[in-house]
């Protein structure tokens, strides 16, 4: 029989954009260090050490699809990220400490946040283009300030 929890991640996950996927994969490592760090407290060193080695599989899956010729920046700063990540976890399991792991959770959940930002505007349609106003002569300057990614 399988648990609401495993209904609902299979329902997730089929049909997913690979951003969904990567956003599911981060929910699985906040979890697995929530319980981690329950486990640390309640000094249960079994379910800490399945836990975090859990949670750094994981990471391993986030990490080895990484291409840095096509992601260039973003990808080395997310396996930067992934090294440094791991780093910690293997810290805090021969140094238990819940307040590490909480730390762990916070860094997580900051970079969980990047990836929804990243799946909104992937899904949201784009802006429409404004055409001048008909009694705006071609010569004027466009007054209207513009965004764009280089300020």
Known sequence: ????????????????????????LYDQIIHDLVQAEDATRNRDIERRTQMLNHAILVIAYLQSPLDFERGGKVAENLSHFYDALRHNLVAVQFRPSAPGIRQQITDVQAVREAWLEVERAESSPPAPVRSPAPHASPAAPDNSRRMDWEG
């Open 1 to 24: 029989m399988t648990s609401a929890r495993t209904a609902y991640r299979q329902t997730n996950v089929h049909g997913a954009s690979a951003i969904r996927l990567v956003i599911l």
